[in-house]
């Protein structure tokens, strides 16, 4: 069984910043690409950013200069650091990993979910 427990959140001014993690756990094989995806009421939901297992990323434009994802290969985690947040990014993110647990087994796993709300 594998688990994606995320961590952050909450809410934030306009300009400010907040950090979102999540550790995956449970029998893991290998974890191959990672990535944060949010979720706005009404919306579809849609990456926000995605980090390889070399490292590589690739964000969305509208987050782009502004968040920074990294993981931790050894921890199995990762983590999207938000800056200068805008009202436009509130939205419930969700963490998501894409694991092989056996020789025959691999599929995307999701997180619980955490609501960012930025607002004065």
């Known amino acids: 069984q594998v688990q994606l427990v995320q961590s952050g959140g909450g809410l934030v001014q306009p300009g400010g910043s907040l950090t979102l993690s999540c550790v995956a756990s449970?029998?893991?094989?290998?974890?191959?690409?990672m990535g944060w995806y949010r979720q706005a009421p009404g919306k579809q939901r849609e990456l926000v950013a995605a980090i390889a297992s070399e490292g590589n990323t690739n964000y969305a434009d509208s987050v782009k200069g502004r968040f920074t994802i990294s993981r931790d290969n050894a921890k199995k985690t990762v983590a999207l650091q938000m800056n200068s947040l805008k009202p436009e990014d509130t939205a419930v993110y969700y963490c998501?990993?894409?694991?092989?647990?056996?020789?025959?087994?691999?599929?995307?796993?999701w997180g619980q979910g955490t609501q960012v709300t930025v607002s004065s």
């Open positions: 998501n990993a894409d694991i092989r647990t056996s020789p025959l087994s691999r599929r995307d796993y």
């Open positions: 449970g029998n893991i094989l290998y974890i191959y690409a």
